[in-house]
């Protein structure tokens, strides 16, 4: 299992940004697509955003227009960049890679 360092979670106000970042071995981050998952209590893990190799980016509708994932490469980092948060918003991010790897996850937490 490749260790993925994630940082970035906290508590933030309705209409808020945060920023999540994940490092990645090297190998690893010029290999695969990468992205964010979310857990909100009581549900289920869902896709947030992935980015691929060359840049390519996929958004789930609920957050499209508010978040925006990126990779550095010289960095070997992968942002999300979270925008206009919402209470629904609230949940623990894990960053993923397309090989199955997983982050211990961020809280992100969206109240007043």
């Known amino acids: 299992q490749v260790q993925l360092v994630e940082s970035g979670g906290g508590l933030v106000q309705p209409g808020g940004s945060l920023r999540l970042s994940c490092a990645a071995p090297g190998i690893i981050f010029s290999s695969y697509t990468m992205g964010w998952y979310r857990q909100a209590p009581g549900k289920e893990r869902e896709l947030v955003a992935t980015?691929?190799?060359?840049?390519?980016?996929n958004y789930a509708d609920s957050v499209k227009g508010r978040f925006t994932i990126s990779r550095d490469k010289a960095k070997r980092t992968v942002y999300l960049q979270m925008n206009s948060l919402k209470p629904e918003d609230t949940a623990v991010y894990y960053c993923?890679?397309?090989?199955?790897?997983w982050g211990q996850g961020t809280q992100v937490t969206v109240s007043s």
């Open positions: 980015v691929s190799t060359d840049g390519i980016t």
């Open positions: 993923w890679t397309r090989r199955g790897d």
